[in-house]
């Protein structure tokens, strides 16, 4: 069945240091969206990606999304102790079918 | 407006027992979605209402049922619990005008279950 990997599963940086996440489907997305969970809450929506190749900013995130469908990547600039939290990938294939990757866990020393 | 609702936040249950879970969406959204959060399996997809009928479905087991009603509010129930049932039960509300993930879904703050 279609899965949707996410690395890596835990990432520890020094406050300033960039953050990168990656998912990689084992099939063609007809989009991708991405969430972000505090500890202790809901998952909350942060960008879908449709378009191959497409590239999203919002502020010091970039969100890419891969020419092939397949794979797409959150980076985070310079982090800040707000952004701790885990990120989540979520791909929806051509049936309609959404499936979460299994996040990362972003933990930052100040 | 006001963000999607979960009642109750948590819940104690047995084996056997079963359990049903409320979910009122953001006035005027039309499609709510089910999803269990454990840490070993992560966010998985069980179901999605749209203007009272089930739109898909994830590959969950029958135990896990649920229905819409006409104002839009989501019910999930799950028959003869198992300890491995245990989950943040999480349900998320869009617009629903477009099918396979074209809007952004809204979640609430998921209600934890206990199964003992």
């Known amino acids: 069945g279609q899965q949707v990997m996410q690395i890596p599963q835990y990432q520890h940086v020094q406050e300033g240091e960039d953050f990168t996440t990656y998912c990689n489907s084992s099939t063609t997305l007809s989009n991708i969206q991405w969430y972000k969970q505090r500890p202790g809450g809901h998952p909350v929506f942060l960008i879908q990606l449709v378009k191959s190749g497409e590239v999203k900013k919002q502020k010091r995130l970039t969100f890419q999304f891969g020419e092939a469908k397949k794979n797409s990547s959150l980076h985070i600039t310079a982090t800040q102790t707000t952004d701790v939290g885990t990120y989540f990938c979520?791909?929806?294939?051509?049936?309609?079918?959404?499936?979460f990757g299994s996040g990362t866990r972003l933990s930052i020393r100040p | 407006k006001a963000g999607v609702t979960q009642t109750p936040r948590y819940l104690i249950k047995t084996r056997g027992q079963q359990v049903t879970l409320s979910c009122s969406p953001i006035?005027?959204?039309?499609?709510v979605s089910w999803y269990q959060q454990t840490p070993g399996q992560g966010l998985q997809f069980l179901f999605e209402y749209f203007s009272e009928t089930q739109r898909n479905k994830g590959n969950f087991p029958g135990r896990f049922s649920g229905r819409q009603f006409s104002n839009s509010r989501s019910e999930m129930n799950v028959s003869t619990l198992e300890l491995g049932d245990s989950a943040l039960y999480l349900c998320?509300?869009?617009?629903?005008?477009?099918?396979?993930?074209?809007?952004?879904?809204?979640f609430g703050p998921g209600t934890r279950l206990l199964v003992l």
């Open positions: 979520a791909g929806y294939s051509s049936a309609s079918k959404i499936i």
């Open positions: 006035s005027g959204h039309r499609s």
């Open positions: 998320a509300s869009s617009l629903g005008n477009m099918r396979g993930g074209a809007e952004t879904q809204y």
